[in-house]
Structure formats: C-alpha cells, structure tokens
C-alpha cells in the first residue's frame, strides 16, 4: 500500500522560529509537493521537486525553502516562521504525469 | 495568471440524483486533469486522470469529460449517496520534468441529501 507520511500532524511554533516540516514517501516516485491550504483559497503550491536535488517554485514560496536530498524525503523550511503562515500543509507524491498521493497534513499555528 | 475555478459555492442534491461538478481554467494548456475527493482533517485522495487526447472517462459511477476548446472538465457522479458528501477538487498538471507542476482548483462542497 502506498504511502505518504508527514512527520507531525499538529504543530505550534513561535513567530520567528525556523520550521522544518518532513514528508517521507515509499513509492519510488519522481515528483514531490508541498501544498498550504487555507479556507476558502484551496491548495495552493509553494514548491515542487521532479528529482534529487532539483526544484521549482510554485505559485507561493515566499518565506519558504525546500531540500531534496534524497529521493523519498522532500522537506520544506520556514526560514523565520509568520502568524500568516499558520495552515495547513500537505504533501504529494507522484510518477510522472499520473495520480498524486497525499500525506495526512501537518496543521501549523504559529503564534 | 494560471486560475482555475470550480463551482464557489457547496451544491446540494438530494440521493439517487446526479451530481454534475464544474472546474474551468484559463491561461494553461495542461496535459492532463484530475479529480480528487478531500473529506475534512484528511489528505485528497485520487479519483480520476483525463488526458488532454481523451473527451470523456469513467469509472464505476464515476464520469470525467474535459473539452481543451472550452477549456473545462465537467465530473459527474451518478445514483449519488450521501457517503458521496465531500469537497472535490480538480488539479491541472503539464508535461514532466521541471514544468511537471500540478496546481489545484479551490474545490466545490457536495452534500448529498437522504
């Protein structure tokens, strides 16, 4: 069965700290995404990697970073973590050009 | 900019009626759509893959159409129960490699009424 896994599932951190949110997937896949999602604005892409070591902004990256070091790990950095960055934030997985699978979400509050 | 949009507001039917969902796009040539269903606290889970060569795919009650002219997907959901109650998402993705992007709609709110 395939899997994506986030390293939390609820997260509180205080404003200006550096925040780092793990994703971990089992299936061997090329491409990996961060998504924040937020009511009423749907998921939206903050950065992607289609290999080790490669990848490309997404609509929103401002105040975040990514590394991809290995292919089943896709971490995303929150340089100097903001109240507006409080959301949540999902993790995909996919082959080339097909489905994509989702971690359980990490709910971050920054206060 | 790329957009995409769904139906804004949730759609309310009543069991054993279709369900017909829109998600239009402009400022993209994807090579492929999907749809996902999101229920609340969790992850989207994969429903369908339409390529930008198919017109319509199904799958069990399940149905996609995508037209590239008028540039939309309609997805429709047949003999609709209430387990079907959940948020549906369509995404757009291009080709491979460094353009391999995958963006989302906002999604539409289902509740199928007993």
């Known amino acids: 069965d395939v899997k994506v896994t986030q390293s939390s599932r609820y997260l509180v951190k205080r404003t200006g700290e550096k925040v780092f949110l793990e994703c971990v997937q089992d299936?061997?896949?090329?491409?990996m995404f961060w998504y924040r999602q937020d009511p009423g604005l749907g998921l939206r892409l903050i950065y992607f990697?289609?290999?080790?070591?490669?990848?490309e902004k997404g609509d929103i990256p401002e105040g975040y970073s990514v590394s991809r070091e290995k292919k089943e790990r896709f971490s995303l950095i929150l340089e100097s973590a903001s109240t507006n960055q409080t959301s949540m934030y999902l993790c995909?997985?996919?082959?080339?050009?097909?489905?994509?699978?989702f971690g359980q979400g990490t709910r971050l509050t920054v206060v | 900019s790329q957009k995409i949009e769904q139906n804004s507001e949730a759609l309310n039917i009543q069991e054993g009626k279709t369900a017909t969902l829109t998600c239009n796009y402009t400022?993209?040539?994807?090579?492929?759509l999907q749809w996902y269903r999101q229920d609340p606290g969790r992850g989207p889970v994969f429903l369908l893959l339409?390529?930008?060569?198919?017109k319509e795919k199904r799958k069990e009650r399940l149905k996609v159409t995508f037209d590239t002219t008028l540039k939309q997907s309609l997805f429709h959901i047949t003999a609709s129960q209430p387990a079907d109650s959940a948020t549906y998402l369509c995404?757009?993705?291009?080709?491979?490699?460094?353009?391999?992007?995958?963006?989302f709609g906002t999604g539409t709110l289902l509740a199928v009424q007993p």
């Open positions: 400022n993209y040539s994807p090579a492929y």
């Open positions: 995909a997985s996919s082959p080339s050009q097909a489905e994509a699978f």
């Open positions: 995404a757009l993705g291009s080709g491979g490699g460094a353009t391999n992007k995958l963006i």
């Open positions: 990697s289609y290999d080790v070591k490669m990848k």
């Open positions: 339409i390529r930008e060569n198919e």
């Open positions: 299936m061997d896949h090329e491409n």
